[in-house]
């Protein structure tokens, strides 16, 4: 089993940046690919970013492209995703997730593991 707990949303301004935290344990995190998923009131839970196990491959969902950063470290055993000129449809509960596996996924059925979540609100 592998548990996750999200930390870092809150209420920011258009424009404003966040950075969102994942601490991982029960397992060795190296050996998982983790992602960031949200889903806003009313929607499905939609594809952020994801990363694989060393960090040298990422993969973004298009309209996070130059505005979000997902990273990790393994000696933490923490993923991050740093979120710069948030915008008011960026709202939504941030989940992280986790899949053992070498590949990069951007599907949400694939990951095993998810986090609680956390609330991320931008004001226009």
């Known amino acids: 089993q592998v548990q996750l707990v999200e930390s870092g949303g809150g209420l920011v301004q258009a424009g404003g940046s966040l950075k969102l935290s994942c601490a991982a344990s029960?397992?060795?995190?190296?050996?998982?690919?983790m992602a960031w998923f949200r889903q806003a009131p009313g929607k499905e839970r939609k594809f952020v970013a994801t990363?694989?196990?060393?960090?040298?491959?990422?993969v973004y969902a298009d309209s996070m492209k130059g505005r979000f950063t997902i990273s990790r470290d393994n000696a933490k055993n923490t993923a991050y995703l740093q979120m710069n000129s948030l915008k008011p449809e960026d709202t939504a509960v941030y989940y992280c997730a986790a899949k053992h596996t070498t590949l990069v996924l951007n599907s949400s059925h694939i990951y095993d593991y998810w986090g609680q979540g956390t609330q991320v609100t931008v004001s226009s």
């Open positions: 990363i694989n196990w060393s960090g040298r491959t990422t």
């Open positions: 029960g397992r060795t995190f190296s050996d998982y690919a």
